[in-house]
């Protein structure tokens, strides 16, 4: 029996004999509980005290699974029993882990046919605690070591066990609050089962209405449909535009162009709504500008489906030309070539060739931004009016007077089905679909430039949206100096006093501004959560790329498919799951790490699959033919060749954390208030002022953030040069990060 | 310190591998046996095996049924981590984030060597390939030959029991591969390594194999020293992989001693009879064994007497040998030809002679 088992098992008897077994009231950090009557104290004993002090008798048989594997003195490696004795221990600790938090909950027994089965039960019991995370920890390990043992993996423990963590992991975080919801949807109000609940909130001119049709109003799942692909058509449109003027003229700002791309990153998403109501909204100073210029009066018309519309392109259509300027340049020039030797013109070479090439690549920018206007929560809710969109409505459901979870879920469900089924589409339709020409053959030639009148289009559409989108900027940093935008627009710096005042006082500095709470809250959460972030997403990409497993496509979709769940339906979620024991997490800052860890995870696992597939596999395996474990090889040759993925990784999932809303706006607490939940309601306060500047200071955080990082990583690559430089031989030419790899490949 | 070496054999016994639950088979029922301190080859064709072998032995992949010998000890089920091979890649994988010093020491490190002693070693072993001094260097600041070296000498310093190579040469130029695989094969030789070799190229495999097993469609087709091979070719596979054969039909009049008496296209030929008998026969006629002489445009006598005659259809000059195609009513051959001072036209009439040297008896099917 090796070390690290012993280790693991020893965590498992820490967890049962001597660590608190229930949650702690005051946070997961606290350490409170040494000094508060530990370990007698009800609340903070361990579970063999609880066992045995305060009549929670059901904890005793874990004992049991943790007594077994001490059986392992006496058994070989060899023996068919190692392998058993692990896995039943480990199987077993696990599951009776879970059954019994799920049967006995806050208020005595968890089903009801528990109690008529077995009498009331006075006892109850609170989350899951330090206690019970080690235990279960420790079984995990140990089920994963016995699986090794029984030859899963070739007896590889480190890889049955990276497995086995993120298989939990997403069942835990992800699928288990997704089916809590779906089952949510047929909870009625008095708690018990009923379909009646669900098709009373499903069949519901409120969601499925079509009034809009004769003059009325339509329902919420229309509307939002609708909306998406106006979005998504006005978005590819446009970013395809945005593409063929970066990779086919000879326009002089391109370079200026794709710092577009980087915008979405680092705004939070609400923050163009807000931006527009300051320009058009009824007294925004584009509005007052035509109102006295043409004698109108200022209309509503931004409130509502053409605002959100509006906005929602602002915000997505970076993204889209993100994604196309990638499809755009994947054509390959030598087809091109080949049709422009052929005797057509550009027109024909366009539109015959290079467009159908393009196709898929347009249709997953589609798609893309389809899910992305779905999911969006800050714009509808800034810019809303009565046009009601499913993520606010799920919203409105769980926070509003009505406070109907049962109709928060069956929202949630008729989202998650759409975006579900965008999100199928875009991998099992256009996944095959692919014509990416990109062989990893040197391609020569030039791309064809476009013909004269294809140019003018492009250069016409978005020369004016780039002036528009730095307009809508500046005045993002512009509003935050306005004492009240349309009626007092003297420049003023109460706005940035009243978030981010520091005075003075007796006892040294006070941070007096009402913001500096949610700020610190949003910055150590955020940086908490991306680490671990970078972690997960990393070895899960790790997994995917590198090692062959059954099951491994349904793993891959398991781990991207928190990518497709609306931030609100993950929200909603979240409550619905971990509002009760056994895992009882509302309230705590460990749910917002938890949330950011699974929404972000995606991000990580593509960077990392992309940085990943760079590094050729004999790497790997020459690594493991010297010597080396499956870890060591993880840790000293694929760890340090994906420093750049995990420096893009760790920023990325931090950014995100702090600009992500919709789902945090359900999660946060009194002790845990976020940025973006803060700004959303100084915007419900009709507060814009201040609103907009906290929005500046977080890009202007953010933006900061991603220069340093971008400065270090910079540093670092400078210093590898020198070094080729200094040892002078004709192979430092092309120097850097990438290019011993890329020798690698090529030689 | 020295680096020590126990050469180890290797022994695959009846190990099938196949892909993809079952459908794919990529050994089939293989068996063989590699002696301590003897250079093998795995020759053949891309998709025939041999870097599976290779990989098997390593411990990359696993044996579907069969069981691998190394050192005498059952690896079947051990993991490449576990294994006292070491294997040099294609594309030699050093770590491009280590200098070569590091690269070289990875193996001792991992394996809990202390630091001095994992210097130590690494310097015994970049001695041994001809790079001391390099060692501080990147990977990338080197030229692919002494990368190659990188690569032998961080497999070498572990002292393996087997050492594999996986096309070692197939990324430098011709020049140079001939200069490497000599260097290779004078190190094996000098510190009595058991090597296993893979390769495609057949003059690369003569040249520096003490044997050569040659694989085709996921089994053995024949094994032998480079010698045997070439002179007693199993199949008109292998007399037509090395060497370039021309196969063609003939008949064993009779076996008398250790000859058979051949009909090759009203030509007769004593061959050794390898024990086949008399009946249809194929014979492979290796492309520098046949001989060419140019007859007159207008036929004489003495053109009468030539029993075998053919046309010439391309010539071509190489500087060194003249590569004709020749029409026969034996089929067409290809012939090479080292008289380039009396070149035979295209469109000429040619008798035909064959050097016993040459010709070898092969199976029909």
Known sequence: ?747 | MTLKYRAGSVVFENVTKTYGRGSVLAIDNVSFDIQPGELVTLLGPSGCGKTTTLRMIAGLEHASSGRILIGGKDVTQLPATDRDVSMVFQSYALFPHMSVAENVGYGLSVSGNSKAETREKAEEGLRLVGLAGYGDRLPSELSGGQQQRVAVARALVLEPEVLLLDEPLSNLDAKLRRHVRTEIRDLQQELGLTAVYVTHDQEEALAVSDRIIVMNNAVIAQQGTPRELYEQPASAFIADFIGDANLVEAEIREISGDYAVVDLGGVTQELPHRGYRPGPIRVAVRPDAVQLTALDPVPTATAGEMSLKGHITHATYLGSQMHYSVDTPLGPLFVIDGLIDTPIAAGRDVGIGFSRRGLALVPKN
């Open chain 1, 1 to 747: 029996m090796n070390r690290m088992l012993w280790f693991w098992l020893l965590a498992g008897w820490t967890g049962f004999l001597i660590l608190p077994w229930y949650q702690q009231e005051y946070g997961f950090w606290t350490l409170e509980w040494l000094t508060d009557g530990y370990p007698f104290y009800a609340d903070y004993a361990p579970a063999i005290l609880q066992a045995t002090l305060y009549d929670r008798g059901w904890l005793l048989p874990l004992a049991i699974f943790l007594i077994l594997p001490l059986a392992l003195l006496r058994v070989a490696r060899q023996d068919r029993n190692y392998a058993r004795i692990l896995i039943l221990s480990g199987m077993g600790g696990l599951v009776y882990l879970l059954v019994q938090g799920f049967a006995i909950g806050i208020s005595g027994w968890g089903f009801g046919f528990l109690e008529s089965l077995f009498g009331p039960l006075d006892v109850r019991q609170y989350g899951l605690g330090y206690g019970a995370l080690f235990c279960a920890a420790s079984f995990l390990v140990l089920l994963c070591t016995g699986l090794a043992a029984a030859g899963a993996m070739r007896g590889d423990v480190f890889v049955t066990s990276a497995i086995g963590v993120v298989v939990a992991l997403v069942a835990v975080f992800v699928f288990f609050p997704v089916s809590r919801i779906l089952v949510g949807g047929f909870v009625d109000y008095d708690g018990a089962l009923s379909g009646a609940a669900f098709a009373r909130n499903f069949f519901n001119n409120g969601v499925w209405g079509v009034g809009c049709l004769s003059g009325g109003y339509c329902g919420v799942a229309w509307n939002t449909a609708i909306l998406a692909i106006l979005t998504a058509t006005s978005t590819t449109l446009l970013g395809l535009t945005f593409a063929l003027v970066v990779t086919r003229t000879a326009f002089r700002w391109k370079k200026s162009l794709r710092v577009l791309t980087v915008l979405p990153i680092i705004t939070p998403p609400f923050v163009i709504g807000l931006a527009l109501i300051l320009l058009f909204g009824r007294s925004g100073a584009a509005t007052q500008f035509f109102s006295d210029l043409l004698g109108v009066e200022a209309g509503r018309w931004l409130y509502g489906l053409p605002g959100i519309w509006l906005a929602q392109t602002l915000s997505f259509t970076p993204i889209s030309f993100l994604v196309l300027i990638g499809v755009v340049e994947g054509v390959s020039p030598s087809m091109e070539e080949a049709s422009q030797t052929l005797r057509a013109n550009r027109w024909q070479t366009f539109t015959q060739v290079s467009l159908p090439l393009m196709r898929p690549g347009l249709a997953n920018a589609f798609l893309l931004s389809f899910i992305e206007s779905m999911a969006d929560f800050g714009n509808p809710m800034v810019l809303g009016g009565n046009y009601d969109v499913l993520s606010t409505e799920i919203f409105f459901a769980i926070v509003g007077a009505q406070n109907d979870q049962g109709r928060a879920a069956v929202l949630a469900v008729v989202l998650l089905f759409f975006t579900l089924s965008a999100f199928a589409a875009q991998r099992f339709w256009l996944g095959r679909k692919s014509y990416a020409t990109v062989s990893g053959k040197a391609d020569n030639g030039a791309h064809v430039g476009l013909n004269r009148g294809l140019k003018i289009v492009c250069y016409a559409t978005v020369i004016p949206w780039a002036i528009f989108t730095v307009v809508i900027y500046a005045m993002i940093f512009y509003g935050g100096f306005v004492r009240r935008f349309g009626f007092d627009n003297s420049l003023t710096l109460a706005n940035y006093r009243d978030a981010f005042g520091v005075a003075i006082g007796d006892h040294g500095i006070v941070w007096s501004g009402a913001a500096w709470d949610s700020l610190w809250t949003t910055i150590s959460i955020s940086a908490i959560a991306a680490p671990l972030t970078a972690i997960v997403g990393l070895t899960t990409a790790y997994l995917l790329v590198r090692q062959n497993f059954r099951g491994k496509n349904a793993f891959e979709f398991g781990t991207m498919l928190s990518f497709a769940i609306p931030g609100t339906v993950i929200g909603v979620s979240y409550i619905l799951a971990f509002n009760v024991p056994p895992l009882e997490l509302t309230g705590t800052g460990v749910i917002l790490v938890i949330c950011f860890i699974f929404r972000n995870m995606p991000v990580g696992v593509r960077g990392g699959i992309a940085a990943m597939s760079q590094l050729d596999r004999s790497l790997d395996e020459a690594s493991l033919t010297l010597g080396a474990n499956s870890f060591t090889t993880f840790r000293r040759v694929i760890l340090p060749l994906l420093r750049p993925a995990i420096v893009a990784a760790l920023v990325y999932s931090f950014v995100r954390a702090i600009t992500s809303v919709s789902a945090v706006i359900f999660l946060v607490s009194a002790d845990h208030n976020m940025a973006t939940s803060y700004i959303i309601g100084l915007v419900e306060n009709g507060r814009y002022g201040v609103a907009i500047a906290y929005c500046s200071v977080l890009i202007v955080v953010m933006l900061a953030a991603i220069v340093s990082v971008q400065l270090a990583v910079g540093k670092r690559r400078l210093r590898r040069e020198d070094r080729i430089n200094d040892t002078d031989t004709d192979t430092g030419a092309n120097g850097g990060e990438t290019s011993p790899i890329l020798r690698e490949k090529r030689s």
